[in-house]
């Protein structure tokens, strides 16, 4: 098995019957963010190495990218909560975590800001930025009548906007969802739930894309299907090993590294591209 090839996890997954379609945002769709993982984790563990346990820049890099790597999927203040939690379990004493999320996104938006005046500007070509095959397979997925929701850890403004930014936000004709200061009343598993509630979609109905476990693991308990997305950012070339055991681990039917498989994964999926 190559690891730049669509990988069948199950064979017997079929999502011929779905109807709806929930996908991720950041490094499933959108690259705008990318290398957000080595603005976070740093920041992370600067703060840990100054409690001064003996720990090694190495050890507490390697704690942080684990629990990081877990929560990626979920509202970033979970990764903070759990910063402040290690903070604690290392005799210091955390600020709030709301105000970690704050110094990261100023951190971040240094990093990208060049990536959305660009796209803003008309400078740099939307599906530059986004990850390869992705605009295809949005409209594939449309042309057979399915009804797309986005929904992200981001938060829901910059989300939104960068769905603007990269020409895709037409296609979410079922919502946009984003992280939101309440965020004990938003999670992707309260938004599936509200969904199949308030309509008469089944979970079986669900196909579901995504390169953080949790989109994954939510519409496959509800007895969906998922894709796993384990791009290796930027280059979204070769499968992340680190994602696709993760996104294995919950169950995802099928594992790409992009969408630029096209017809293979259109086939697996649907049993015609």
């Known amino acids: 098995m190559s690891l ?155 989300m939104r906007e960068e769905a603007r930014l990269l020409q895709v936000d037409s296609y979410f004709e079922g919502g946009i969802y984003g992280a939101r200061d309440d965020y004990r009343n938003f999670s992707k598993k309260i938004l599936v739930e509200q969904i199949i509630r308030e309509s008469d979609y089944q979970g079986g109905d669900f196909l579901g894309f995504g390169d953080g476990f949790v989109e994954v693991d939510v519409v496959k308990s509800v007895g969906g299907h998922a894709v796993g997305v384990a791009t290796d950012e930027p280059n979204c070339v070769e499968v992340d090993p680190v994602k696709r055991r993760r996104l294995a681990g919950v169950g995802a039917d099928w594992i790409v590294p992009n969408f630029n498989a096209h017809n293979e994964l259109m086939t697996a999926m649907f049993g015609s591209c």
Do not use: C
């Open 4 to 158: 730049r090839s669509l990988e069948i996890l199950n064979p017997d997954a079929s999502a011929a019957n779905a109807r709806v379609g929930l996908f991720d945002f950041d490094g499933t769709l959108s690259l705008v963010r990318a290398g957000w993982f080595d603005v976070m984790v740093p920041m992370m563990v600067e703060v840990l190495a100054d409690l001064g346990t003996g720990e090694s820049e190495e050890e507490l890099t390697a704690i942080v990218e684990e629990y990081v790597g877990q929560l990626t999927g979920r509202q970033t203040i979970y990764q903070m909560i759990e910063f402040a939690d290690q903070i604690r379990r290392r005799g210091g004493v955390p600020r709030d975590p709301m105000e970690y999320k704050h110094d990261y996104l100023e951190l971040l938006m240094v990093r990208i800001r060049h990536r959305r005046e660009a796209l803003r500007a008309g400078r740099l070509d939307p599906d530059e930025m986004m990850v390869p095959g992705g605009r295809r397979l949005l409209d594939a997925l449309r042309q057979r009548g399915m009804k797309l929701f986005l929904a992200s850890g981001t938060d829901q403004p910059f």
